[in-house]
């Protein structure tokens, strides 16, 4: 069975930092690239960060560029968002998505994780 679990969202003062994780399993790990992506009430879905399995390249949106960092341990099958210098606008629920079977962000996504709550207070 595909799972990507999401965890690490809570709530935090702006300015603040939260690392999410998201766990993935039931896949070859290595053959996907893993994408975070966050929907906030109301709007849109809004694609935050992807993480390339093939060469390692990392894409942001320019709204948490220079805040967020996405990285990944293979030898965990994990893939992590930290975020710093966290505003109000970040607050929204947090997914990540795996791409493949390439391992490049194509944004052709096929698996989905559940989400992970972030608020930022002000």
């Known amino acids: 069975e595909v799972q990507l679990v999401e965890s690490g969202g809570g709530l935090v003062q702006a300015g603040g930092s939260l690392r999410l994780s998201c766990a993935a399993s039931?896949?070859?790990?290595?053959?996907?690239?893993i994408g975070w992506f966050r929907q906030a009430p109301g709007k849109e879905r809004e694609g935050v960060s992807c993480?390339?399995?093939?060469?390692?390249?990392?894409y942001y949106a320019d709204s948490v560029k220079g805040r967020f960092t996405i990285s990944s341990d293979n030898a965990k099958n994990t893939v992590y968002l930290q975020m710093n210098s966290l505003k109000p606008e970040d607050t929204a629920v947090y997914y990540c998505?795996?791409?493949?079977?390439?391992?490049?962000?194509?944004?052709?996504?096929?698996?989905w994780g559940q989400g992970t709550q972030v608020t930022v207070s002000s």
């Open positions: 998505a795996a791409d493949g079977p390439r391992g490049y962000c194509l944004d052709e996504y096929d698996y």
């Open positions: 039931g896949f070859t790990f290595d053959d996907y690239a």
């Open positions: 993480i390339s399995s093939s060469d390692g390249s990392t």
